[in-house]
């Protein structure tokens, strides 16, 4: 049964290249050198035939889920319709070109021109091509000017939600590296408490301990299982909420690559605090919605000036759909003395000009350039926002890491010194000098050391990432 229940920890301490070591250091305990090595043996059986998972380090994870995250191309597609808002705002300042077409019927009167006077005829065709600008727009930039800032507040949000998706991607990354060394943990008490029961069942037969020191340690490895299921159920929980962000298909069979260890230290604050302004994707938008804001304000007050159109037309515009009439045709004007042409062109041309100056619309024109002043003034409170967070993000970031940075070593020493304690309450128990209550506390002390350790250099480096994230250096 032991080596059933150890086989698992050493696949998973297999993965991370440590098994040798933990070997090393578990067969050291009398009597568990046989098992180790026979769950080692089986481990190493197997891994050499089946598959292995793949390695995820904290980068690939970050650049599948940069590739997979719905986030990141929603905010790539909100960059392409600003651009090609950009393109609708250059093609308004050109010529456009239309093709018309139209067939007018009007009831006749026994006239040429039919009951209609503004009709030349019972029958009009019109297909002309039309060609229309409007001369001023020439000098109106500010639409083009709107989507140029429009696109840079797009492209700066795909570096907002990259980042948060980083955040996500960073945390859940570290919750596997953590689920994993509590799993390595609770095995190492497990293994522990099954030592302690050995040693309680054989100094019972002995009759130099209560078969009350038994119990106690039963329930102490009873409760040890459970500690080693619930983490295996915590790694399993880890993998599946990455799992999502960084595969296309769902899937958990992957490893992590643990860093946990690796040492980095704090850059200076101020250094910190500049960099993250330099670079921080939330102040980049937040500057360009102002700008664009800004280009707003012109574009409402164009409903001040006058609109200066050109129209050119082209085509036929006939009682006949022909270029010309080689028959006698009416020209529709029967005052005139010779009302009957007996060649009538019908392909031209003619142009029009166009100024209209408006007058009074009710104060709209006013109340829509005093929206965009307001839009304007909400963007700015907006950046003053934008840019006191991030100091305090970066503040927040820059004292957590601090503080987890300073309280490794005293983790550390605190499992070192647990990790002796049990040591020797277990000598003194054996020597008849402790109780099994003891030793039961000092084995609960130091699994919580080791677990504290872990936790605490997850706490530095999720902070040290994130802390980098800000900063635009990670």
């Excluded at 250059?90 to 018309?100: D, H, I, T, V």
């Excluded at 109106?140 to 939600?161: F, H, M, P, S, T």
């Excluded at 069979?253 to 605090?273: C, G, H, I, S, T």
Aim: aromatic letters at 8%.
């Amino acid at each position: 049964m032991l080596k059933t229940s150890l086989q698992p920890f050493f696949s998973l301490i297999w993965s991370t290249g440590t098994l040798r070591q933990s070997v090393y250091m578990i067969v050291k305990k009398p009597g568990l050198a046989p098992l180790c090595l026979a769950a080692a043996s089986a481990v190493l059986s197997a891994q050499t035939t089946a598959p292995q998972p793949p390695s995820i380090t904290l980068q690939d994870a970050i650049a599948r889920a940069r590739q997979y995250a719905g986030q990141i191309q929603s905010a790539n597609l909100a960059v392409l319709l600003a651009r090609e808002d950009i393109a609708q705002a250059k093609a308004a300042r050109l010529p456009a070109l239309n093709a018309f077409n139209q067939f007018i019927y009007t009831e006749g009167n026994g006239t040429p021109s039919g009951v209609f006077v503004a009709n030349d005829g019972v029958h009009v065709y019109n297909e002309q091509a039309v060609v229309h600008e409007e001369l001023l727009s020439i000098f109106r930039r500010a639409e083009i000017r709107r989507g140029l800032a429009a696109q840079a507040v797009a492209a700066a949000k795909v570096e907002v939600a990259a980042r948060g998706l980083v955040a996500t991607v960073v945390q859940n990354y570290y919750t596997i590296v953590s689920a994993q060394r509590k799993f390595i943990n609770a095995q190492t008490s497990l293994t522990e408490a099954n030592q302690f029961l050995d040693i309680t069942q054989k100094q019972e037969r002995g009759g130099e301990a209560a078969h009350a020191d038994v119990i106690k340690a039963q329930i102490q490895q009873q409760q040890r299982q459970r500690d080693a299921q619930d983490a295996q159920v915590a790694i399993e929980k880890a993998k599946i909420a990455l799992g999502v962000l960084i595969f296309p298909n769902f899937t958990t069979d992957f490893m992590v690559v643990d860093d946990l260890d690796k040492a980095e230290l704090l850059p200076p604050v101020e250094e910190a605090r500049a960099k993250a302004t330099a670079a921080s994707p939330d102040v980049k938008a937040a500057r360009s919605s102002v700008e664009a804001a800004g280009y707003d304000v012109g574009i409402a007050r164009y409903g001040y000036l006058p609109s200066f159109g050109l129209d050119f037309f082209y085509g036929i515009n006939a009682n006949q759909f022909a270029a010309n009439s080689a028959e006698a045709q009416d020209t529709g004007r029967s005052t005139l003395p010779n009302f009957q042409v007996m060649n009538r062109q019908n392909l031209g041309y003619s142009g029009q000009v166009t100024l209209n100056i408006p007058v009074w619309n009710w104060g709209a024109t006013r109340s829509k350039v005093k929206q965009a002043e307001f839009r304007e003034a909400q963007a700015r409170t907006d950046l003053s926002i934008a840019e006191k967070t991030l100091q305090g993000n970066v503040a927040t970031a820059y004292a957590e890491a601090r503080a987890a940075q300073a309280q490794l070593n005293s983790l550390r020493s605190s499992a070192t010194l647990a990790t002796e304690s049990l040591r020797l309450t277990l000598l003194r128990y054996q020597a008849g000098e402790a109780t099994a209550l003891e030793v039961v506390d000092a084995q609960t002390t130091v699994t919580q050391a080791r677990n504290a350790v872990d936790d605490g250099l997850t706490r530095y480096r999720v902070a040290l990432v994130n802390l980098q994230t800000l900063t635009g250096t990670f």
